[in-house]
């Protein structure tokens, strides 16, 4: 099974600012890796497939990178809205596993 | 817009059985794989498992294979997860979730219903 370390595990940042958030696999898996978010009480979102493609109706301001074992999600300047919890999920081997989450709070 | 319902949630217990089912709108139903994800009160997301869209190909996670069965109904745009031989760690919000690409599979999931819960509990 593949695990996924997200990191950091809370991420504490103002409006405004830029949030660099990590997912590391424990084996290559090119560039399968999605990223969603997760506001409480609902369902997640989408936000980035392919490692780095933005799903649709995401804004810009959402980035992925990475390949490998190595993924970063940016989120160039929060907006309130943007406050939740974010997970990646990688699909290149089964099981399809998630990392245990970042909490992105003001 | 696709619309994503999960239903047959509630409170059972050990050993127990539910079957859960999840009723999609604004798609064609058949060209999309489906997936079962659960969450266990404040955690994380979990994979349980997933299902082509002809119903051909079924996956599940380790903690589930021989107690939980996918399945599908194309006509009645409706998925289900018979879930028998229930445990505690099975208490979780079960959402269903619509893979992102027509016609293939990417396990990548663009859509998701609101969850239903189940708790396990004696």
């Known amino acids: 099974e593949i695990v996924l370390t997200q990191s950091p595990v809370t991420l504490s940042l103002s409006p405004g600012e830029r949030a660099t958030l990590s997912c590391r696999a424990s084996q290559s898996i090119s560039h399968y890796l999605a990223w969603y978010q997760q506001k409480p009480g609902q369902a997640p979102r989408l936000l980035i497939y392919f490692a780095s493609n933005r799903a649709t109706g995401i804004p810009a301001r959402f980035s992925g990178s990475g390949s490998g074992t190595d993924f970063t999600l940016t989120i160039s300047s929060l907006e309130p809205e943007d406050f939740a919890v974010y997970y990646c999920?990688?699909?290149?081997?089964?099981?399809?596993?998630f990392g245990g989450g970042t909490k992105v709070e003001i | 817009e696709v619309q994503l319902l999960e239903s047959g949630g509630g409170l059972v217990q050990p050993g127990g059985s539910l079957r859960l089912s999840c009723t999609a709108s604004?798609?064609?139903?058949?060209?999309?794989?489906m997936a079962w994800v659960r969450q266990a009160p404040g955690k994380g997301l979990e994979w349980v498992s997933a299902?082509?869209?002809?119903?051909?190909?079924?996956y599940y996670a380790d903690s589930v294979i021989g107690r939980f069965t996918i399945s599908r109904d194309n006509p009645k745009n409706t998925m289900n997860l018979q879930m028998n031989s229930l445990r505690t760690e099975d208490t979780a919000v079960y959402y269903c979730?619509?893979?992102?690409?027509?016609?293939?599979?990417?396990?990548?999931?663009?859509?998701w219903g609101q969850g239903t819960l189940v708790t396990v509990s004696s």
């Open positions: 299902i082509s869209g002809s119903g051909g190909d079924t």
């Open positions: 979730a619509k893979d992102r690409w027509l016609g293939s599979t990417t396990w990548e999931f663009d859509s």
């Open positions: 999920q990688q699909r290149s081997n089964w099981p399809l596993t």
């Open positions: 604004g798609l064609t139903f058949s060209s999309y794989a």
